[in-house]
């Protein structure tokens, strides 16, 4: 009997396969899975094999981020990181220090800060002015739907109080309409074109150094849900298929090419060239991401009803379609024609429904065809639209980390949706029962991509280091089991990886090993886990320095 290259003893092994959900012992043959059992794997043990004791640690399949944006988010850990405070003093100190560190930077970039930082989430160029004044400023909130700029920023981009909002954003203004320093949506364009544009060298190590970070959290694959040009920010692209060619990209990637919302159909042959150009080892590009709105924060998520104001009473915007819900349908029915997996951001209801209809019209035009369509975020779903999920054959791209009580929720969200509809946020459980497969993500760097936490909120409807007792509409939790297989089954359906995802014979052995079996642990413990090691196809890509 041929011996294994490794094998794991001593487990739990959590599976994810249905057949056989535990287990104590793996074993792995080049890069993929040979065995799945207890102590008749032992005997796979040879002179060559790397014996593993888990000692009672746990082994899962290795988590997948479904909706992430990797490169940027390795661009931005080298810039100014204003993530992890909500301290408006800190933010200041954190800005003016990384300004006096790089003289020699012509804008001071980065960006993460928190809506709820600030009256109405919005902060002005004068406290920005306060700490940079000699140099642009451009700071996107933790978001990435709107920035934070000084005055330099504002007069080198020539926008004063006579410049229009574009169509797809808007400029906040002081009371005589001068622009105050937040840059909503399409709006933030008008600076990014001026910006330094990275380099392609710049945009590889904005990969390795994610990369790294990613595998330190166990994810073994993931779907980047923008590659192309939006808002003036450089396209990643590049970055991918040169760490493809180079053999440097150790984990799985399927690209989402961006559609560009300024333009139609004829874009979309420019697509499926594309998708052949960025095909390469373990990156593929089979996917297009089509933004349809923005978020409710600043009310540019599409909603079936009007926003209410600060009083209660309702206002007459319901937030923005980015793309004709009647030329969504179009172009949606054209790229499944062509195979075309479409990756919607849908936010508000309305959104949710546009997508949800086009994948109708598609379905009606072309049958059942291979992609595998999904909306991502789902903040808010109209009770009426879950049952369309797993009817169509949609899969719900959830991000569990915003479903809990915080302030951006607390403050700038509910009292502007209101009870009802308030209470249709993140319906993970209703989607479950409504027969919808579930698939995870982070959309990092707009939140933590770390899955454990992701999973915590997922089971717990808190967050991991919340202050108060407060559960974010219970009715809504996931059990654990069904989180994870969010994040490893789930999103590896989403992103075409069929053998991963579930430990069993003939899948890819891309396997993380956590410090305890997070299953037998109390689900308020869930995020105190950590990750051991990480292992994509049989190799060990991460193991912890402790």
Same mark, same amino acid.
């Given at each position: 009997?041929?011996?294994?290259?490794?094998?794991?003893?001593?487990?739990?092994?959590?599976?994810?396969?249905?057949?056989?959900?535990?287990?104590?012992?793996?074993?792995?043959?080049?890069?993929?899975?040979?065995?799945?059992?207890?102590?008749?794997?032992?005997?796979?043990?040879?002179?060559?094999?790397?014996?593993?004791?888990?000692?009672?640690?746990?082994?899962?399949?290795?988590?997948?981020?479904?909706?992430?944006?990797?490169?940027?988010?390795?661009?931005?850990?080298?810039?100014?990181?204003?993530?992890?405070?909500?301290?408006?003093?800190?933010?200041?100190?954190?800005?003016?220090?990384?300004?006096?560190?790089?003289?020699?930077?012509?804008?001071?970039?980065?960006?993460?800060?928190?809506?709820?930082?600030?009256?109405?989430?919005?902060?002005?160029?004068?406290?920005?002015?306060?700490?940079?004044?000699?140099?642009?400023?451009?700071?996107?909130?933790?978001?990435?739907?709107?920035?934070?700029?000084?005055?330099?920023?504002?007069?080198?981009?020539?926008?004063?109080?006579?410049?229009?909002?574009?169509?797809?954003?808007?400029?906040?203004?002081?009371?005589?309409?001068?622009?105050?320093?937040?840059?909503?949506?399409?709006?933030?364009?008008?600076?990014?074109?001026?910006?330094?544009?990275?380099?392609?060298?710049?945009?590889?190590?904005?990969?390795?150094?994610?990369?790294?970070?990613?595998?330190?959290?166990?994810?073994?694959?993931?779907?980047?849900?923008?590659?192309?040009?939006?808002?003036?920010?450089?396209?990643?692209?590049?970055?991918?298929?040169?760490?493809?060619?180079?053999?440097?990209?150790?984990?799985?990637?399927?690209?989402?090419?961006?559609?560009?919302?300024?333009?139609?159909?004829?874009?979309?042959?420019?697509?499926?060239?594309?998708?052949?150009?960025?095909?390469?080892?373990?990156?593929?590009?089979?996917?297009?991401?089509?933004?349809?709105?923005?978020?409710?924060?600043?009310?540019?998520?599409?909603?079936?009803?009007?926003?209410?104001?600060?009083?209660?009473?309702?206002?007459?915007?319901?937030?923005?379609?980015?793309?004709?819900?009647?030329?969504?349908?179009?172009?949606?029915?054209?790229?499944?024609?062509?195979?075309?997996?479409?990756?919607?951001?849908?936010?508000?209801?309305?959104?949710?429904?546009?997508?949800?209809?086009?994948?109708?019209?598609?379905?009606?035009?072309?049958?059942?065809?291979?992609?595998?369509?999904?909306?991502?975020?789902?903040?808010?779903?109209?009770?009426?639209?879950?049952?369309?999920?797993?009817?169509?054959?949609?899969?719900?791209?959830?991000?569990?980390?915003?479903?809990?009580?915080?302030?951006?929720?607390?403050?700038?969200?509910?009292?502007?949706?209101?009870?009802?509809?308030?209470?249709?946020?993140?319906?993970? +459980?209703?989607?479950?029962?409504?027969?919808?497969?579930?698939?995870?993500?982070?959309?990092?760097?707009?939140?933590?991509?770390?899955?454990?936490?992701?999973?915590?909120?997922?089971?717990?409807?808190?967050?991991?280091?919340?202050?108060?007792?407060?559960?974010?509409?219970?009715?809504?939790?996931?059990?654990?089991?069904?989180?994870?297989?969010?994040?490893?089954?789930?999103?590896?359906?989403?992103?075409?990886?069929?053998?991963?995802?579930?430990?069993?014979?003939?899948?890819?052995?891309?396997?993380?090993?956590?410090?305890?079996?997070?299953?037998?642990?109390?689900?308020?413990?869930?995020?105190? +886990?950590?990750?051991?090691?990480?292992?994509?196809?049989?190799?060990?890509?991460?193991?912890?320095?402790?």
């Amino acid at each position: 009997m041929p011996k294994a290259d490794l094998v794991f003893t001593h487990g739990p092994v959590h599976t994810g396969d249905p057949a056989r959900t535990r287990a104590s012992s793996l074993a792995v043959t080049g890069e993929r899975i040979t065995a799945v059992g207890h102590d008749e794997v032992r005997e796979l043990i040879g002179p060559g094999t790397e014996v593993v004791d888990l000692s009672g640690k746990l082994l899962l399949p290795g988590f997948q981020d479904a909706h992430v944006h990797a490169v940027f988010g390795g661009l931005e850990l080298a810039e100014c990181d204003l993530t992890g405070t909500t301290g408006v003093e800190a933010y200041l100190r954190r800005i003016r220090e990384f300004a006096d560190a790089h003289p020699e930077r012509s804008w001071i970039t980065g960006g993460g800060w928190s809506l709820e930082s600030f009256a109405g989430g919005l902060p002005t160029r004068q406290l920005l002015d306060s700490v940079v004044s000699d140099r642009p400023v451009y700071l996107p909130n933790r978001d990435h739907h709107g920035a934070w700029v000084n005055t330099r920023a504002l007069e080198l981009a020539g926008l004063t109080k006579d410049t229009p909002d574009p169509s797809d954003g808007r400029i906040e203004r002081e009371s005589d309409g001068t622009p105050s320093g937040v840059l909503q949506e399409g709006a933030t364009a008008l600076i990014t074109g001026l910006m330094p544009q990275r380099t392609a060298d710049d945009r590889l190590a904005g990969l390795l150094r994610a990369q790294e970070l990613l595998h330190s959290l166990g994810i073994t694959g993931w779907q980047d849900a923008l590659l192309g040009t939006f808002h003036g920010q450089s396209d990643p692209s590049d970055a991918y298929l040169a760490a493809a060619r180079a053999g440097t990209l150790t984990a799985r990637v399927t690209g989402a090419l961006w559609w560009d919302r300024a333009r139609g159909a004829e874009q979309t042959p420019e697509l499926t060239a594309r998708r052949a150009e960025l095909t390469h080892g373990r990156f593929r590009a089979g996917s297009v991401k089509i933004m349809q709105d923005g978020i409710a924060e600043n009310f540019t998520a599409a909603m079936t009803s009007p926003y209410l104001d600060a009083c209660g009473c309702a206002t007459t915007n319901t937030g923005l379609s980015f793309v004709d819900p009647t030329a969504l349908r179009e172009h949606v029915t054209a790229l499944d024609a062509l195979d075309f997996q479409v990756h919607f951001h849908a936010l508000g209801d309305r959104a949710v429904r546009e997508a949800l209809d086009a994948v109708e019209a598609a379905r009606t035009a072309n049958g059942r065809r291979t992609a595998r369509h999904h909306l991502a975020h789902l903040q808010v779903v109209h009770p009426d639209d879950l049952p369309r999920f797993a009817r169509l054959g949609a899969i719900a791209n959830i991000q569990p980390l915003w479903a809990a009580h915080e302030p951006q929720m607390d403050e700038l969200t509910i009292p502007f949706l209101g009870p009802e509809r308030a209470a249709w946020q993140y319906p993970f +459980a209703s989607l479950l029962r409504a027969g919808a497969t579930l698939a995870a993500g982070s959309d990092w760097p707009v939140s933590s991509p770390d899955p454990l936490a992701g999973l915590h909120v997922a089971v717990n409807r808190r967050e991991p280091d919340a202050t108060d007792d407060r559960i974010f509409l219970p009715e809504q939790r996931l059990d654990l089991a069904t989180a994870v297989a969010a994040y490893t089954a789930g999103s590896a359906h989403v992103n075409g990886h069929d053998d991963t995802g579930t430990l069993q014979p003939g899948h890819l052995a891309d396997l993380v090993v956590l410090d305890r079996d997070i299953f037998t642990a109390p689900p308020e413990e869930i995020a105190r +886990a950590k990750v051991l090691q990480t292992y994509v196809g049989g190799i060990r890509v991460f193991t912890a320095t402790d």
